[in-house]
């Protein structure tokens, strides 16, 4: 038999680690990998259903406006702007979609220099066309980048293993 007063403990309870914390550590590691992360890596991923040639060119490539020819679409910075089969049967060495783009981009990048030196026009582009486009595609697509004020361009091309 117990006599007097017996003593109650309060039931334990399992730790619980505090929600804030784990997200405060979160976001440190995220914006460490985030400014850690190496940037030297590919500027231009290849569009969809687009086969680059193959080069051991070692130049790497800027970050510039970027034109993609398909074997279905020409895109410009990812947005469809002529269907191939249409532009390989159009006569005339312009191609009206890519045009309107191009004039475009070329506006609103000389608006902007006005107010923001460190920007300006550069009329620099990069362009990746599949390895089964027909050359006069090709030609088209220069010929109404230079008629538009881009005139110094680069192709894009996968790189060949050496071994």
């Not at 730790?15 to 804030?20: E, F, G, L, S, V």
């Not at 130049?59 to 406006?65: A, D, G, R, S």
């Not at 595609?137 to 050496?162: E, I, M, W």
């Given at each position: 038999?117990?006599?007097?007063?017996?003593?109650?403990?309060?039931?334990?309870?399992?730790?619980?680690?505090?929600?804030?914390?784990?997200?405060?550590?979160?976001?440190?590691?995220?914006?460490?990998?985030?400014?850690?992360?190496?940037?030297?890596?590919?500027?231009?991923?290849?569009?969809?259903?687009?086969?680059?040639?193959?080069?051991?060119?070692?130049?790497?490539?800027?970050?510039?406006?970027?034109?993609?020819?398909?074997?279905?679409?020409?895109?410009?910075?990812?947005?469809?702007?002529?269907?191939?089969?249409?532009?390989?049967?159009?006569?005339?060495?312009?191609?009206?979609?890519?045009?309107?783009?191009?004039?475009?981009?070329?506006?609103?990048?000389?608006e902007i220099a006005q107010y923001d030196k460190n920007v300006t026009?550069?009329?620099?582009?990069?362009?990746?066309?599949?390895?089964?486009?027909?050359?006069?595609?090709?030609?088209?697509?220069?010929?109404?980048?230079?008629?538009?004020?881009?005139?110094?361009?680069?192709?894009?091309?996968?790189?060949?293993d050496v071994e």
């Amino acid at each position: 038999m117990k006599t007097g007063r017996q003593r109650r403990r309060p039931p334990t309870e399992s730790a619980k680690p505090q929600m804030t914390s784990l997200v405060d550590v979160l976001t440190v590691l995220v914006f460490f990998l985030l400014k850690n992360f190496s940037t030297e890596g590919d500027i231009i991923t290849p569009a969809k259903n687009l086969e680059l040639p193959i080069s051991s060119s070692k130049i790497k490539p800027e970050n510039t406006l970027n034109i993609a020819i398909s074997r279905k679409h020409i895109m410009a910075e990812g947005t469809p702007v002529a269907l191939v089969d249409e532009e390989l049967d159009r006569q005339g060495t312009d191609i009206p979609g890519l045009a309107r783009y191009l004039e475009d981009k070329r506006k609103q990048t000389e608006e902007i220099a006005q107010y923001d030196k460190n920007v300006t026009f550069t009329g620099k582009l990069t362009i990746q066309g599949d390895r089964l486009i027909p050359y006069f595609l090709l030609q088209k697509v220069l010929a109404t980048c230079g008629a538009n004020g881009y005139s110094s361009f680069s192709l894009a091309v996968s790189k060949k293993d050496v071994e």
